[in-house]
Structures are given as structure tokens and as C-alpha cells.
């Protein structure tokens, strides 16, 4: 119970961090002409991906923050295409943990940089280009017109071009991020929670008081 | 000793740049083929202008939430093309990259579309996601439903 409780509140403060940085930092880079789903899911969505699985080492733990953070990006502020974002991130954390599941949770088979960059520039590239082709399809139907096949297959070529950047920049934040396997961070109950629901409900109070100000 | 895994993920990595760049080059080669665009596009097979359409063509203002966007009536333009019962078809939106996106004749009613210098020629749609806002437009295909 104690342990589900842990997960449970890891979820939501990984989600919500996730779904922050892609809210706050991900317009930010966005207004300033950079590709921010790149770099978004290259840097931020790999970093937290990876940390929560290094540190609470639970199968689907990724998949439930990508909920979250699909959530409440959905509560954007800024321009863009909410239903889209908000599918990718849901889509990035299921794809994650496919392409993960069959690594062992204390990572012993990442101990090479070889392997460590390799991996890093697999995930980015399939968690981004997965993600991509999920919003593609799915926006759509949800959308209510329907998808059609020769609409996805028409831009498959830029679709897997842009999964390029991501690759790039996951070669460096794999390795960057996997040395923090040498932390030993033991944190007491009485102030896990207290941190974890304080951070979380930050993230959200703030997406959603910026949200009424700008959007509603 | 390598395991499998740690054999195989630096090849799939690998692969995986591979296509990255392959499709980069692509994509690049495909643009650079691709002529510049303009303030043209065709329906039908039919090329015709932003500047003609607007002499012709009903000017509305439609409400998104980005706001309110003003531009050429869709519907005015569809029918202007001849298309005698635009109900029976759906458009697809086919942008020079060539990104495109097929709406039916409901949404089609519903949208306008605009000429700027960042976005050449852009179609909007107020009550659906943003990604059926195709810019760069260069064809819009009519297909029997």
C-alpha cells in the first residue's frame, strides 16, 4: 500500500513537472522560433522519463506521467494545437515504455557510453517520431473527419526527418542523465509526500491561473 | 562478453540515424525541386489566385481561439470553382511540404482562406484542431466521398 501511495504521488509529480516544462519552457522556446517539440522531448521528456524510472524502478510508472502531463498541457494558455500536444505527450509515455520494458531497472546493460548514447538516440527518435505519427492518426478521428492513410503517408519522409534533432540531442542527455544512478537519494515519508503534492499542485495551479489570465 | 541487448541497441540506433538523415536529405532535395511559393494554388486542377478570388470572392471573419481571423469564404471559393453539388465531395488541403489534411464539405463551410508573408497562403477552420490549419498552400484536391 505504503509503496503504490509512492507511486502513486511520483506519478503525479513527474507528470506534472513534465506537463510544466512543456507548457512554460516549450512556448518559450516556441516564441523564440526554436523547434520546441524537439527539444522538448530530446531533453526534458527523456530527462524525467528516465529519472523516474532510474529512482522508482516500477513498470507503467511512464506511461501514467505521460497521462498527466497530456493533461495538462491540454491547458496550454499559448497557441498551438492542444488536442495534438497534449496526444503526443500521452503517446511519448506509452511509446517509452514499450522501447524500455525489456531493459533491467538498475540499467547494468547501459554501463558503456557506447550503449548510453545509443539508446539515448533511440528513444528520442522513436518516442518523438512515435509520438508524431500517434497525433496524426488519432487528432483526426478525434477531430471527428476521420483519418486517411495517404494523408499520413504524404508526410511520413518530414516525420521521420524531424525525429533527427530529438536522436541528436537524446545521444547527449541519455549519458548526462544516467550519472545520476551514483546519487543515493533516500528521502524520509514525512517529507516525500508534503514535496511531491507541494510541486505538483505548483505546476498545475500555475498552467491553470495562466491559462484564465491569457486564455479563458 | 556483449549480451544481445547490448549488440543490438547500437545497431538499431544506428539504423535509426540512418533514416533520420536519409529522409533529411529527402525532404531538403524535395524542397529545393519544389517551387517557391506564391499566392496561387489550384482546385481541381484549375490554378487560380489569392488577388483574382478576392475581387470575387465574399471577405468573412471567422472566431478561433487564437481569435478572430478574416480572410475569402471557402465556401465562396468551392463554389466559384464550378463544383456543382460541393456537399457529395471531401477536399484535402495540400500544402507544398507536402503536408495535407481532408476535411468534408461541413468544415469546409465553415473556413476561410488567408494570404501573409509568414504563412503564404493559410486555411483556417474555427471549430476543429489546429492541425487542419495547412499553410503554405499550393492545391486544394476534391475527392467524391
Redesign the interface.
Known amino acids: 500500500m505504503n509503496d503504490k501511495m509512492k507511486l502513486f504521488a511520483g506519478i503525479i509529480l513527474f507528470g506534472s513537472l513534465w506537463g510544466f516544462s512543456e507548457v512554460i519552457i516549450g512556448s518559450s522556446l516556441s516564441g523564440a522560433g526554436l523547434p520546441s517539440g524537439m527539444i522538448m522531448t530530446g531533453i526534458f521528456a527523456l530527462a524525467f522519463l528516465v529519472i523516474s524510472r532510474m529512482f522508482y524502478k516500477q513498470p507503467g510508472m511512464q506511461i501514467g506521467m505521460g497521462l498527466v502531463a497530456g493533461g495538462l498541457r491540454m491547458f496550454n494558455p499559448f ?6 500536444s497534449a496526444l503526443a505527450i500521452m503517446s511519448e509515455g506509452l511509446i517509452f515504455e514499450l522501447i524500455w520494458h ?2 533491467s531497472f538498475d540499467l547494468k ?1 547501459l554501463k ?1 557510453p ?2 548510453q ?3 539515448g ?2 528513444s528520442a ?2 518516442v518523438y517520431v512515435g509520438g508524431y505519427i500517434v ?2 492518426v488519432v ?2 478521428v ?5 483519418f ?1 492513410v ?2 499520413l503517408i ?2 511520413m ?2 516525420i ?2 524531424s ?2 534533432i530529438p ?1 541528436l540531442l537524446g545521444a547527449v542527455t541519455l549519458p548526462i542523465i544516467l550519472q545520476a544512478k551514483r546519487l543515493d537519494l533516500k528521502i524520509k515519508d514525512t517529507l516525500y509526500y508534503p514535496t511531491a503534492i507541494g510541486i505538483s499542485i505548483f505546476c498545475w495551479a500555475f498552467v491553470l491561473g495562466t491559462w484564465f489570465l491569457f ?1 479563458a | 562478453m556483449l ?1 544481445g ?2 549488440k543490438i ?2 545497431v ?3 539504423t ?2 540512418l ?3 536519409v ?2 536529405v ?2 531538403n532535395a ?1 524542397e529545393n525541386n519544389t517551387k517557391g511559393p506564391d499566392n496561387f494554388f489550384t482546385i481541381n486542377g484549375n490554378k487560380l489566385s489569392f488577388e483574382s478570388l478576392s475581387e470575387t470572392t465574399q471577405e468573412i471573419t471567422i472566431e478561433t ?2 481569435g478572430n481571423k478574416t480572410g475569402l469564404s471557402l465556401e465562396g471559393i468551392i463554389t466559384e470553382s464550378g463544383i456543382s453539388c460541393p456537399s457529395c465531395y471531401r477536399y ?1 488541403f ?1 500544402a507544398s ?8 464539405w461541413n ?1 469546409v463551410k465553415t473556413g476561410i482562406l488567408t494570404y501573409s508573408q509568414e504563412y503564404n497562403l493559410r486555411v483556417y477552420f474555427p471549430n ?5 490549419w495547412v499553410y503554405d498552400l499550393i492545391e486544394i484536391e476534391v475527392n467524391e466521398v
Open positions: 497557441v498551438g494545437c492542444h488536442v495534438c525489456k531493459l546493460e558503456t557506447t550503449l548514447i545509443s539508446m538516440i533511440l527518435y522513436i497525433t496524426q487528432t483526426p478525434v477531430a471527428g473527419t476521420g486517411f495517404e494523408n504524404a508526410f519522409p518530414q521521420l526527418a525525429g533527427l536522436a486564455a | 549480451t541487448k547490448e541497441i547500437p538499431l540506433a544506428m535509426v540515424l533514416i533520420g538523415i529522409a533529411t529527402y525532404v524535395l481561439d487564437e484535402t495540400k511540404d507536402p503536408y495535407q489534411q481532408t476535411v468534408s468544415e476543429i484542431a489546429h492541425t487542419f
